[in-house]
């Protein structure tokens, strides 16, 4: 009998790279033919939240299991999904995400501020057309007016994509690259991809920051569960101040919070976040000390 777990264990890095792009790739275009072949309608909400749920489960969380699988012995340990997740450490994180909103808001209001070349200037016009496009769907997919749509959002936008993406993004690819060019490259490599994937270039830097941050919490952690809880922390709270806010709650502007009037807590989130991250460092390296 034919044992395949572990088989590939021995691969090479390009085929695993290759592997990983050609696995998402099935799974992503099988997704939308199955969206598309069950009536999937591009002009009702719904219909996109059920293509976004299946493009997550395709891409980002069926690819980084199935490999596994192929690559190790041990998938679970190979994702980094065998530790459990310290409650201390689980509590400070989330509390730590919270506390660098107006630093990420400060960070995308920068980034909006950037101007390319006018040689550049047909690509720059499709950057802003990329944003806008996701912008409208965005707002579409956050305006829900009950529990259960909030419920749903929740699972949609925060769970299923902090799951997949850092399963994909960090336990795989970086996974990858990190036993070919060393940790740092593969964090922030993966990081690059991680922001651009996402078609919002206006928001690409901060993006690119949580993304190096998820990879070296990982790196720091081995625990996958740290950098899926950020994630999902980051998400979650979006969906959740754009629901009070579309049933009628008059709350302050949370993408604006750091800016303008208040720079100065954009600023102040800015310490707390580097002075966090070196925190998180030397604790996390602490804690996995044989």
Same mark, same amino acid.
């Given at each position: 009998?034919?044992?395949?777990?572990?088989?590939? !264990?021995?691969?090479?890095?390009?085929?695993?790279?290759?592997?990983?792009?050609? $696995?998402? #790739?099935?799974?992503?275009?099988?997704?939308?033919?199955?969206?598309? $072949?069950?009536?999937?309608?591009?002009?009702?909400?719904?219909?996109?939240?059920?293509?976004?749920? +299946?493009? #997550?489960?395709?891409?980002?969380?069926?690819?980084?299991?199935?490999?596994?699988?192929?690559? #190790?012995?041990?998938?679970?340990?190979?994702?980094?999904?065998?530790?459990?997740?310290?409650?201390?450490?689980?509590?400070?994180?989330?509390?730590?995400?919270?506390?660098?909103?107006?630093?990420?808001?400060?960070?995308? !209001?920068?980034?909006?501020?950037?101007?390319?070349?006018?040689?550049?200037?047909?690509? !720059?016009?499709?950057?802003?057309?990329?944003? !806008?496009?996701?912008?409208?769907? $965005?707002?579409?997919?956050?305006?829900?007016?009950?529990?259960?749509?909030?419920?749903?959002?929740?699972?949609?936008?925060?769970?299923?994509?902090?799951?997949?993406?850092?399963?994909?993004?960090? %336990?795989?690819?970086?996974? *990858?690259?990190?036993?070919?060019?060393?940790?740092?490259?593969?964090?922030?490599?993966? %990081?690059?991809?991680?922001?651009?994937?996402?078609?919002?270039?206006?928001?690409?830097?901060?993006?690119?920051?949580?993304?190096?941050?998820?990879?070296?919490?990982?790196?720091?952690?081995?625990?996958?569960?740290?950098?899926?809880?950020?994630?999902?922390?980051?998400?979650?709270?979006? *969906?959740?101040?754009?629901?009070?806010?579309?049933?009628?709650?008059?709350?302050?502007?949370?993408?604006?919070?750091? $800016?303008?009037?208040?720079?100065?807590?954009?600023?102040? #989130?800015?310490? *707390? %976040?580097?002075?966090? +991250?070196?925190?998180?460092?030397?604790?996390?390296?602490?804690?996995?000390?044989?």
């Amino acid at each position: 009998m034919i044992k395949f777990k572990g088989i590939l !264990e021995n691969n090479g890095i390009f085929s695993n790279l290759l592997l990983i792009v050609g $696995t998402a #790739s099935f799974f992503a275009l099988f997704g939308v033919l199955l969206w598309t $072949t069950t009536g999937g309608n591009a002009n009702d909400i719904d219909s996109i939240k059920l293509l976004q749920l +299946i493009q #997550s489960l395709g891409m980002f969380v069926i690819p980084p299991f199935f490999l596994a699988y192929f690559w #190790s012995k041990k998938p679970l340990v190979y994702l980094h999904l065998d530790k459990k997740l310290n409650r201390t450490n689980a509590g400070l994180l989330i509390l730590f995400m919270l506390l660098i909103i107006p630093f990420i808001n400060l960070l995308g !209001e920068i980034n909006q501020q950037l101007v390319l070349p006018k040689a550049f200037a047909g690509i !720059e016009a499709w950057m802003k057309a990329a944003q !806008e496009q996701s912008d409208l769907i $965005t707002g579409k997919l956050l305006d829900v007016h009950n529990l259960g749509g909030l419920s749903l959002n929740i699972l949609l936008i925060a769970m299923v994509p902090a799951l997949g993406e850092e399963l994909f993004f960090r %336990a795989a690819l970086q996974g *990858v690259i990190q036993k070919w060019k060393g940790a740092t490259i593969a964090i922030w490599i993966s %990081a690059f991809i991680f922001s651009a994937i996402h078609l919002q270039f206006y928001g690409f830097v901060p993006r690119l920051l949580l993304g190096a941050f998820f990879g070296y919490m990982l790196v720091w952690s081995g625990n996958l569960w740290l950098p899926i809880l950020a994630h999902f922390v980051n998400n979650a709270t979006a *969906v959740i101040f754009y629901y009070f806010k579309n049933n009628g709650y008059n709350l302050p502007d949370i993408d604006k919070l750091g $800016t303008g009037n208040t720079l100065w807590i954009g600023i102040l #989130s800015g310490f *707390v %976040a580097i002075a966090g +991250i070196i925190w998180f460092k030397k604790r996390m390296q602490k804690v996995n000390l044989p």
